[in-house]
């Protein structure tokens, strides 16, 4: 695998985590914290505390002979390992010594960068006396690891050398007394005998002056309340000062970071332990934890400590790699049957506490279904965490800062902990049916989002897992059941397929609610992206499929961590299709040979998975890059016989063509069995499973990750957002100036977006295998406001409309510079539509033909070159549409017709026997234009230079209106169920570039395998969807127009209800297929 599919795939897992990180302490540079106070130095004397310290690695990752001090997360992952651990913090002496080795009080300080604000540490009312005159912002206490307990210690605190002490004053408050100060030389001086004691003041000791700065805490043991009777700290436990973020300074900066120093008296060897609670309960202190519930599925994990910790005995460091699994602290959920252990990384919530770590799950959990929907889902939503503890003093698990003189080891946790939580709903987990069985849908108001359209029907999505049964077992039919039961694979044979399907129990797998439906998460939502992934939707496209960047093959090729499996290996994919009905494509063996794509080429678009899409599973198959659902059907059902009935079987797809409805509403009702499409999509082609060797694995032709690269404006935040078209997670974002429309090569190489306040023209590149992939490789300059886009199917021309400029610029897609500028009969330009080059089909004119909408009604037609003595194409506007359109919305090329042909969005419905819009009509309407007729073949220009329409003409074949929509359109779609997408891309002798093997967009094909006609249509649509956001009783609806029946008739989608139903889709305003222009 590439580097750049390496990338890619941890670009994938972190696009889970990094959101979640954003507060994680000490994550940038020092340089951070400017305006705010930070840490000097954290120091018992003898030695610095904290910041914490580590030898610097060299570019070889090799220990060298400088000590730094750690002060940023990028210099704790950058320099610490298990091989380079932090180093030990100084101990106090077992006598009360100073540094200099005279007698005197032990103590603990920390120097900050600012003046300190006296009233956020020192306590001035009588009570402070109890608290060694603390008011809890800084504590100092005594830490027994064994049993958890923290007590404080007695002492005096100092700031600026001065402390609250009697006689109280007037106001009820102690007074602020100065005790110490420091001369022009440093020394310490007492300045009233209270202070004869404070360190420094009966023999000085190199560094004293610092302990007496308005910047300095300085906490002195003092048990006896008298300073001049020396004492050292306690000992057998540890000594903690922890100095929280409600710090201020005097110009009233915060603290930025926690900070604690901690240290014993005498060797350490103490244990670190978790911390807990208080007795008689004594929990650890693990949050979320102690049977919380509701907990958030996206949360991370604090866990406490009696002491400083290795960072990397609790879990690998958040670097942007894998975790590992730790064997300290084990995350777990899930039956005994699907036990799942949660690989985690690891960041101390302070870069100055390293007694307190965020653990942060390598994915999410999957929650809890919304009540009353799932069987018992508490297997799942209980969150078990264990600590586990050392093998002895050899085999530390949770290690301490310190050396142990023995082992040359940290000092070993001895007790272990448990405790748990349970998840609630949380935002919803996603898991989608992918395209060729989707429409996208963009919908907007005051929540904007993606839903998806289910144009398969018995999938184990993401939704509800409801099915109802009579007192006889048989299925009530309800609507918002889930359909999934009654795949016939399912129903009959289920438990005997590899992997096997079994109807879901949660809405984690609670499968397709049928055809037409919208497909919902976890939480019920068909809204399955939201704010705040999004803050509006605009143009939408399908790339490359996803499996070209990740999939589960065994490491290092696919899954780089948490799974892996060697039949998935790229060199065992040979994608073999050819022509197996009039419109689709079938395996042409299966398990056969390759029939021209190389081995591991990627899903192609002709084939929807079985199911679609297959069921989460956990453990996932891959953590990273993050797989969170089963393998499609495995082809090894097809060619391993089984027994069955005590005889030898193969097991075959029993999902074909059929009823996708059923009759709910018979008595009995008869339960949906069958496809929608009229021909096979789907095939048990899913990698072999549970081997171990290679040589056992039967070549295969699809795999996870399914689904494409989908990618989103968002033009309010100026972004393209790219997200994985089944879970619908955010694999990236790219920044443009001002994001407006967009059109995709065909080859899948480039995305070229249009910005309309800037001009320009932003090219970016899509392919996962390039090593500036989803970086804006060119903008193109054009001219005023261009809006719509759209790329010329053979993979020649970008066309764009400058609406600003009444213009349509003509880019090259050989060098993406604007190769030509084109004006006549343009008026405000802002829709466009391209056919590909009439080579070997329709009127064999050898040009392409564009219809450029205008806002005035007018359509222009655009015929290209070659111009000239010797050319045959105008490469101009030849002529205008004799019709009107009345307030245009927008247009998209016929995927049937391939005589240039196009479907235009208007009012008014057309009367197509005169060509004229009904008088006084103003509803919603959808038209097909085409080339009515036209005389065939290539006519030499000669000496014409006026560019005309020469022997062609233009008519409405096609005027839907109200009579069969539900209001005015704004946006339509086509599906893409019967599609030959997987022969190679349509070129000819002016494409750029080598065609695409495989999932080209061009509307045509020509020639294919195994085939007996050469040019088709690519996509042979059934369905038209046009998105109705002013339906007439409804706040938005989807209708299903049939255009292949006759005059393009309104479809039922739904069978529970009486009538010609559309679907229900509240503010729905964009629809996406994948042959969107």
């Keep these: 695998m590439s580097n750049t599919r390496l990338y890619t795939g941890l670009c994938g897992t972190l696009a889970l985590l990094l959101p979640a990180c954003g507060g994680i302490a000490g994550s940038g540079s020092s340089s951070d914290t400017e305006g705010q106070m930070t840490l000097n130095e954290c120091s018992n004397g003898f030695g610095q505390l904290v910041p914490y310290t580590v030898r610097k690695l060299d570019s070889n990752g090799v220990p060298t002979s400088q000590i730094i001090s750690i002060r940023t997360v990028a210099e704790l992952v950058d320099n610490v390992n298990p091989s380079n651990p932090i180093q030990a913090p100084p101990q106090f002496p077992t006598t009360a010594l100073l540094p200099s080795g005279l007698a005197g009080n032990q103590f603990i300080y920390a120097n900050l960068t600012e003046p300190i604000d006296i ?105 006896d309340g008298d300073l001049s009777t020396y004492e050292t700290f306690p000992t057998g436990k540890q000594i903690r000062m922890r100095i929280g973020t409600s710090v201020k300074a005097t110009n009233g900066n915060s603290l930025d970071h926690t900070v604690v120093g901690s240290s014993t008296v005498g060797p350490d060897t103490l244990n670190p332990e978790i911390l807990t609670t208080p007795p008689p309960l004594n929990s650890p202190l693990i949050s979320p934890g102690n049977g919380d519930t509701n907990v958030d599925p996206l949360t991370h994990i604090r866990v406490e400590f009696t002491e400083p910790v290795q960072p990397y005995s609790v879990g690998d460091l958040f670097d942007g790699t894998v975790p590992t699994q730790s064997s300290s602290i084990l995350i777990q959920f899930g039956p005994s049957t699907a036990r799942t252990t949660v690989p985690h990384s690891v960041l101390p919530i302070s870069i100055f506490d390293m007694s307190v770590f965020e ?53 070993g946790n001895t007790l272990g902990a448990f405790t748990s939580f349970t998840t609630g709903e949380g935002p919803g987990i996603v898991n989608a ?63 005997l397929l590899r992997p096997p399907l079994v109807p879901g129990t949660c809405t984690v797998d609670g499968g397709s609610a049928g055809v037409f439906t919208l497909t919902k998460d976890t939480a019920l939502n068909d809204l399955l992206v939201r704010p705040p992934l999004v803050t509006s939707i605009g143009d939408m496209m399908l790339g490359q499929a996803l499996d070209a960047a990740f999939d589960n093959a065994q490491t290092p090729f696919g899954c780089q961590a948490g799974g892996g499996q060697i039949c998935t290996l790229d060199g065992l994919k040979i994608v073999s299709p050819a022509v197996s009905g009039p419109n689709t494509l079938g395996p042409l063996v299966l398990g056969g040979f390759s029939s021209g794509l190389s081995p591991g080429s990627p899903n192609i678009i002709s084939w929807a998975p079985h199911p679609n899409p297959p069921p989460l599973t956990f453990p996932p198959l891959c953590v990273a890059p993050f797989i969170g659902a089963r393998e499609p059907t495995s082809i090894d059902n097809s060619l391993v016989q089984i027994i069955v009935g005590g005889n030898p079987a193969f097991l075959t797809n029993l999902l074909v063509p059929g009823d996708p409805f059923g009759s709910p509403t018979n008595v009995p009702p008869i339960p949906a069995s069958g496809l929608i499409t009229p021909e096979q999509n789907a095939f048990f082609l899913g990698p072999s499973q549970g081997q171990t060797q290679i040589s056992a694995c039967f070549p295969y032709q699809i795999r996870q990750q399914i689904g494409q690269f989908l990618y989103v404006i968002d033009r309010q935040r100026g972004e393209v957002i790219v997200f994985n078209s089944n879970r619908m997670t955010v694999i990236d974002r790219i920044v443009l100036p001002d994001p407006t429309s967009m059109a995709m090569g065909t080859n899948l190489d480039f995305l070229a977006i249009t910005n309309q306040q800037a001009n320009v023209v932003s090219f970016i590149d899509i392919n996962p295998n390039s090593s500036t992939f989803h970086q804006i490789i060119k903008s193109t300059v054009v001219g005023n406001a261009p809006r719509g886009i759209a790329w010329e199917p053979g993979n020649e021309d970008i066309l764009v409309c ?63 070159g070659p111009n000239g003595v010797n050319g045959w194409g105008f490469d101009d506007v030849i002529g205008t549409a004799p019709t009107i ?24 419905k057309i009367d197509i026997f005169n060509q004229t819009a009904i008088p006084g009509n103003t509803e919603g309407a959808i038209s097909r234009l085409s080339i009515e007729s036209a005389a065939t073949g290539t006519f030499l220009l000669g000496g014409l230079t006026t560019a005309a329409f020469r022997d062609l003409q233009l008519a409405i074949q096609v005027s839907v209106g109200e009579d069969q929509l539900s209001g005015i359109p704004v946006d339509f779609a086509f599906d893409n169920l019967r599609n030959i997408g997987g022969l190679p891309h349509f070129a000819t002798t002016f494409s750029a570039g080598a065609p695409a093997p495989t999932n080209g967009k061009s ?35 989807i209708d299903v127009i049939d255009i292949a029946a006759s005059g393009a008739i309104r479809r039922d989608t739904n069978p529970f209800l009486p009538g010609i139903q559309s679907i229900p889709a509240p503010n729905v305003n964009i629809l996406m297929d994948y042959y969107r222009q």
């Design 359 to 411: 653990l942060i799950p390598a994915f999410n959990f999957p929650g809890a279904g919304p009540g009353g929907v799932c069987e018992d889902d508490s297997d799942f939503s209980v969150v078990d965490i264990t600590v586990n503890p050392s093998n002895g003093p050899t085999e530390p698990l949770l290690q301490d800062l310190a050396i142990n003189a023995t082992t040359g080891l940290g000092n």
């Design 885 to 908: 359109f009345s307030n245009p919305k927008t247009i998209q090329v016929d995927p049937i017709d391939l005589d240039a042909s196009v479907w235009i969005v208007h009012e008014g």
């Design 119 to 223: 009233s956020t540490v020192l306590e001035p009312s009588p009570g402070g006396l109890a608290t060694s005159g603390l008011t809890g912002a800084v504590t100092v206490t005594a830490v027994d690891p064994l049993t958890g307990n923290a007590q404080t210690i007695a002492g005096r605190a100092f700031i600026d050398g001065q402390t609250y002490e009697l006689p109280i004053q007037p106001n009820g408050q102690l007074t602020l007394q100065r005790w110490v100060e420091v001369d022009p030389f440093g020394n310490v001086l007492p300045v009233i005998s209270n202070g004869i004691g404070f360190p420094g003041t009966q023999g000085s000791f190199n560094g004293a002056g610092i302990l007496v700065s308005p910047n300095t805490i300085v906490f002195v043991v003092d048990a």
């Design 802 to 864: 400058d609406e600003g400029s009444g213009t349509l610029s003509i880019i090259s897609a050989f060098s993406l510079e604007v190769r030509r500028v084109v004006s006549s009969q343009l008026n405000l330009p802002f829709e466009v539509a391209v056919l590909p080059r009439q080579v070997q089909f329709s009127f064999l004119r050898n040009v392409y033909f564009a219809y450029i909408l205008n806002r005035t009604g007018t359509v222009a037609m655009y015929e290209s």
């Design 433 to 495: 049916p992918v395209a060729p069985d989707t429409i996208t849908i963009g919908r907007l108001g005051a929540a904007p989002g993606l839903s998806i359209l289910d144009l398969n029907g018995f999938g184990q999505s993401t939704g509800n897992p409801v099915y109802h049964l009579d007192d006889t077992l048989n299925p009530t039919i309800q609507q918002g059941d889930t359909n999934f039961p009654n795949n016939p694979n399912v129903k009959f044979q289920g438990s």
């Design 1003 to 1037: 509307t045509v094909r020509i020639g294919g395998v195994l085939t007996t006609f050469s040019i088709a249509n690519t996509n042979e649509a059934l369905f038209m969807f046009a998105a109705i956001p002013n339906a007439v009783g409804a706040s938005g609806v």
